[in-house]
């Protein structure tokens, strides 16, 4: 067929917004604005868990370093992709996340010491399998994970989240010296209290970062009352590769891997969320083979992360916010943060700096931190059509549920092992009954109905099918 002569002379087709290279002077400001967003995000699983174990300050550098790293990769591969197998090709954040930290700590406390971290690697090594063999079919299970489920979780994470920053407060372990002094209290307070005054009255790029801000300010304040101490940063080495397995080779316990594997199906659900949510924030529709490459990165991240001390992998959803408040769409800016994260993660001696945060400062935010994860799971609940009875009795039972083992830490003493590992964990005990409820409520006997409600509901083009 020959060419239109008007054809002949038509501009080509612009770029799309998110195959975008931008400039120096775009690029720079906008890669950190995603680090700022996610930096607390990141560090936070490796603090946590380091001080669980009772790593020494060198130990918990080497967590962090390996954090970052992983997080580092983990973006890389989902913003640049590998062929048509790896990678969403989207402004896509991915790193460590804060749901499995509850199970992970519930893992750590129902293991002799010494084996904790082996247990831990080796229940997300199998999480990941789990995720590299489930991702392809995801679409499918995604109606038994509805925002009812999901935001019941979420709400979880945050509410079983909160002993940990009022520990950090009073002055991190109960052991450490002066723990609960009024001195710990005050400058917990004062962090919190300039990350408010931060969020009031900053404005744009300020405002974003109050968190950081608040832990850089509360650090500062420490210093004059030796509340600080440099010795990490003096030991840590400037620059080193995190080295496989340092913590011991992965153990395999089937309790706790049944805990990570009921915990990776929720990050699949929140990465899977995101990136439909980020198909529409980049006008460029999510469909099921992006689905897949994006959950087969996450899965290929949580199963090689652990051999050099990373954790279960998944999508930043305040990383998405900085998408769909800046508008800038550009998958390059995220690559360009990713390969920030992986510089920072190959320098120990940077990975230290978070670790001189004396534990009353990270109190202080920890409580905005993980407050804000169960505001996110309240506002998920809230368009999840709680005007339903049914709806109601499946959110109040599950909550009840996971907040068992938070409102009284002995209630499974006498349960098996596995049992007490599984349920001892508010997420994964919350979601197991509001998977089984979503299931009697909304699929049993109803299969006329909720065909019609599924399809109406599957997003356009994810590969959801019904059969």
Known sequence: MAQHPHDRHQ??????????????KRLIPAALQHIAAMYAGVVTPPLIMGQAVG???????????AGLLIAGCATLLQTLGIRKAVGNRLPFVNAASSAGITPMLAIA?????????????????????????????????????????????????GVTLMPVPVGWAQGGDKSAPGFGDMKNLALAAFTLLVI????????????????????????????????????GLRSAPVAALPTPFAFGP?????????????????????SAAGMLALGEICDRRCDGATLTRGLRTDGLAT????????????????????????RVRSRYVVAAAGG???????????????????????????????????????????????????NIILVAVSLGAGIIPLA???????????????????????ALVAVLLNLFFHHLGTRRTSRTAVLSAAPSGSGTQIS
């Open 196 to 231: 408010l005054l931060i969020q009031r009255f900053a404005k744009g790029f300020g405002k974003q970062v109050a968190l950081l801000l608040g832990l850089v300010i509360g650090t500062l304040a420490a210093l004059p009352f030796g509340m600080a101490s440099l010795d």
């Open 340 to 390: 920030t994260l992986l510089v920072l993660g190959a320098f120990p001696v940077l990975g230290a700096v978070v670790s001189l945060v004396p534990m009353p400062v990270l109190g202080g935010a920890g409580i905005v931190l993980f407050g804000s994860i169960a505001v996110s799971g309240i506002r998920t609940l809230a368009e999840a059509g709680l005007d339903d009875s049914s």
């Open 11 to 24: 501009p080509a087709p612009a770029v799309h917004p998110v195959d975008e290279k931008p400039g120096p």
């Open 250 to 270: 992965p153990e395999f316990q089937p309790a706790a891997i049944l805990s990570l594997c009921i915990v990776m199906l929720v990050l699949m659900t929140e």
């Open 303 to 326: 199963l090689l992360g652990p051999v050099f001390g990373g954790f279960a992998t998944s999508a930043f959803a305040q990383n998405v916010g900085v998408v769909s408040l800046t």
């Open 109 to 157: 406390e129902t293991t002799a010491k010494g084996h904790q971290l082996p247990a831990i690697y080796g229940a997300v090594m199998v999480a990941g399998v789990f995720c590299l063999a489930v991702g392809p079919f995801f679409g499918r299970l995604l109606r038994f994970f509805p925002p009812l489920v999901t935001g019941v979780v979420i709400t979880l994470i």
């Open 408 to 430: 009284a830490p002995t209630f499974y003493a006498g349960f098996p092992a596995w049992a007490q590992t599984v349920l001892g964990s508010g997420i994964s005990a919350g």
């Open 55 to 65: 790593l020494d300050a060198a130990g918990r550098t080497r967590l962090i370093a």
